[in-house]
């Protein structure tokens, strides 16, 4: 079955007319998509801790800003755009008792409604509108006349129109230019976890790390290692990125490619792929979950922990030399 993809003629910002829009939190995503509803002449009030770093940041952005309680009072669409390991406690505290019936309670990632971390009510319309991009690129795409790819989903339909307002926000952040697909909410989040720990966060720094360990431990310099197995790790992507793997083994030389394609299947073998299915084994059945939020009372001490450790290791060091040689003076 194909995928539907929406675009602009697909949605209609009018269904957020006249509306107030509360977007909870002024972080990555949080002021990218406030600024662009904004821009896009929607009411938009954002609603974060009064007189903190955010609260400030909005003020200079010429955004309207109130407590979170305040901002959610009255507001047709909540945006929950807070970190997962917040969410929970500021929706029970300061968003459930102020939000009105007949709302729509909104999040860029569907772990806290997928893992049953908060429980909206049922007179409420719950939608996910999550762009596929960190906001700075949400915002600046949209400056440049244009808009990042997005997901949506809907997950309660109590008013019948929780899927327009969902695209009606996509479109309002520029993202039915680019393209927008329909999802739902455990999909979303499951992939998307998924993908973070297995390949784009994980297994990435991981492959990284081993490179650099093999050439380093092997006699080879550090500032070379970095070089061959960090530093242009972003060409090869952004090639990838432009026009598939294809294009990639199309624009690096043959013997880059008859080397790639005949030995990769020695890095990422037979075990590395029980190890990922393993891994999603254990987002489905929310076992990671369960893991993570434990985390959250201890003030993620054990994250911390490993941060710190990993910014010790000498490929951390050496990468930060390196690139102040490359800083424009």
Request: hydrophobic share 40%; proline share 3%.
């Amino acid at each position: 079955m194909a995928t539907t993809i929406y675009h602009d003629s697909d949605a209609d910002l009018g269904a957020l007319k006249g509306k107030k829009i509360a977007v909870i939190g002024y972080g990555n995503q949080g002021r990218a998509q406030a600024l662009c509803l904004y821009d896009s002449g929607l009411d938009v009030v954002v609603g974060v801790r009064k007189n903190g770093k955010s609260w400030d940041n909005a003020q200079k952005d010429g955004l309207k800003v109130a407590e979170i309680p305040d901002a959610t009072k009255g507001a047709d669409v909540v945006m929950m755009l807070l970190p997962d390991e917040v969410q929970p406690r500021i929706y029970e505290e300061q968003i459930a008792p102020n939000l009105k019936e007949g709302a729509a309670l909104e999040f860029a990632h569907g772990f806290a409604i997928t893992f049953g971390l908060i429980t909206p009510p049922a007179s409420c319309d719950v939608i996910m509108m999550a762009p596929k991009s960190p906001g700075r690129m949400v915002r600046q795409t949209f400056t440049e006349g244009f808009g990042v790819p997005a997901l949506i989903a809907v997950h309660q339909d109590a008013t019948g129109n929780a899927k327009k307002l969902a695209l009606a926000l996509a479109k309002g952040i520029g993202a039915t230019k680019a393209g927008v697909l329909e999802t739902d909410f455990r999909e979303e989040a499951t992939s998307d976890l998924f993908g973070e720990q297995a390949v784009l966060c994980g297994g990435v720094t991981a492959l990284i790390q081993a490179g650099f360990d093999t050439l380093v431990k092997n006699g080879y310099r550090p500032e070379i290692a970095y070089f061959e197995v960090l530093h242009e790790l972003k060409l090869i992507v952004d090639l990838i990125q432009a026009g598939g793997m294809m294009h990639m083994w199309n624009s690096v030389s043959n013997t880059a490619e008859f080397g790639g394609l005949t030995r990769r299947d020695r890095v990422i073998n037979a075990e590395s792929r029980k190890a990922m299915e393993a891994i999603l084994e254990e987002i489905n059945s929310g076992k990671f979950a369960e893991e993570w939020t434990k985390e959250w009372p201890n003030d993620l001490a054990n994250m911390k922990k490993l941060e710190a450790e990993e910014a010790e290791k000498e490929i951390e060091k050496v990468g930060k030399e390196i690139r102040a040689l490359f800083e424009r003076k």
